[in-house]
């Protein structure tokens, strides 16, 4: 695994990071709902990028990987998100939603990283 991919969840965080921060500026915080499409995509672009497609198939030959990922994705994930909705109103502080979403995205990668 290079160096890249090993702090990708540090680089994450820290983008999360200093959106939050800028998007406290009025001018940034004007035009900021342009901003998020675009900068989702060339983030999420890096991020796939890194996949080698041939070894996709390979990956769900691997039962033990592929039931993980697929619990994660499909069961755990949904089932936290309704609790914590339940429990958390979103409405009050967007930022509670982001922790979320990246936390989410750093527990997928630590899985994928055990096997």
Known sequence: MSTIEKIQTFIILFAVTCGIVLGQFNMIHTYSDKFIVPFLFFMLYGLFLSIPLKEIKNGFRNLKFAGTSLTINFL????????????????????????????????????LNLY
């Open 76 to 111: 755990w994930t949904p089932l936290l998100a309704w609790g914590v909705r339940g429990t958390i109103s979103f409405r009050s502080s967007s930022t509670l939603g982001w922790i979320y979403n990246v936390n989410g995205y750093s527990m997928h990668r630590l899985v």
